[in-house]
């Protein structure tokens, strides 16, 4: 018995020893370029994250964290295509073939629309080319979470909450959708309902949703929980890569909300390294200079 009870024990600290390495490792773990070309502005999805538009010659560079990823190429007129990335390329040719399916083109048409969209007029339009796309093939969940982004953004809440269920009806392990319908539940003002979807996502993702980590990073916010906060949305920078600036600036805000002007500092001048002529960029100098000042009144010392 006791011979057994030491087996288990020793066979429990190896297991326990290999978990702390490979979590290690895993925060060790450096990003790395890669270069993908294929069609003149064409979106790019790793892990089924957006990751950006290729230039006018197909062409995009992005940062990846080591491993093996799933590579998605969207460009209008053209069949969506999806290829691996495997573990060291550094160079990955994506070739796109044309398309006459009428749903997929309805499709990329709405989704263009819909990133466009400034007022509610030009939404609507956006939403009516999803319907279309829908009224040809039910079945598409992507273009069932479209839809729903836009209703979220024309605050139709429980018509977005449909779009997602349906678009689980066609995908039952889908992350964005769980992170869409999170979004939904917190501008809802469902709180609990909005974190229960994002930890969805992010499970369903096996961890990588940067989306989901955003949206629970702005909950937590909202309940003053700042450290769990400030951990959700380095998460996101880390998946993400250092691609989305904007994340740079929520983080300094959260830092400021504690007033930790250090770190807001550091977070909003990483914001302006990574994005000097961003929207925000103006008004996170203002920031920056208003927190110096409030340094040299001996408020707080800001090297």
């Known amino acids: 018995m006791t011979m057994a009870i030491y087996r288990v024990t020793a066979k429990l600290v190896i297991t326990l020893c290999v978990l702390s390495v490979a979590v290690a490792a895993q925060r060790r773990a450096v990003s790395s370029s890669v270069v993908i070309n294929t069609e003149p502005n064409a979106i790019v999805w790793i892990d089924e994250i957006r990751r950006g538009t290729t230039d006018a010659s197909g062409r995009i560079e992005l940062k990846v964290l080591p491993g093996r990823h799933a590579v ?14 495997l573990p060291g390329k550094r160079t990955l040719a994506v070739k796109l073939v044309r398309t006459t399916d009428q ?16 007022d509610d007029a030009a939404k609507e339009e956006a939403a009516d080319l999803y319907r279309k796309t829908l009224e040809l093939r039910p079945a598409f969940p992507a273009a069932r979470v479209g839809l729903a982004r836009i209703l979220l953004d024309l605050n139709q809440y429980q018509a977005a909450l449909a779009e997602i269920d349906a678009a689980r009806r066609a995908r039952r392990i889908y992350p964005e959708a769980s992170a869409v319908e999170g979004r939904i539940h917190r501008e809802a003002a ?13 499970r369903e993702a096996k961890g990588f949703q940067p989306e989901a980590h955003v949206g629970l990073a702005r909950v937590f916010e909202e309940q003053g929980n700042y450290a769990e906060a400030e951990a959700e949305y380095r ?11 904007v994340i740079y600036q929520m983080l300094g805000a959260a830092y400021e ?16 390294a990574l994005a000097p002529n961003g929207s925000q960029a103006a008004a996170v100098r203002s920031i920056i200079d208003q ?9 707080e010392i800001i090297p």
Not at 190 to 202: G, K, L, N
Not at 291 to 299: K, N, V
């Open 190 to 202: 469902f709180t609990d309902d909005a974190i229960a979807s994002f930890r969805r996502a992010i």
């Open 72 to 85: 998605k190429v969207r460009a209008n007129g053209f069949k969506e295509a999806g290829v691996p990335l």
């Open 257 to 272: 909300k504690q007033r930790k002007n250090k770190e807001a500092v550091a977070a909003y001048e990483k914001y302006l």
């Open 235 to 245: 998460k996101a920078i880390a998946q993400l890569s250092d691609s989305e600036p």
């Open 291 to 299: 927190l110096r000042r409030e340094a040299e009144g001996g408020l």
């Open 103 to 118: 749903a997929e083109l309805l499709f990329q048409q709405a989704e263009e629309a819909r990133e466009k969209a400034r």
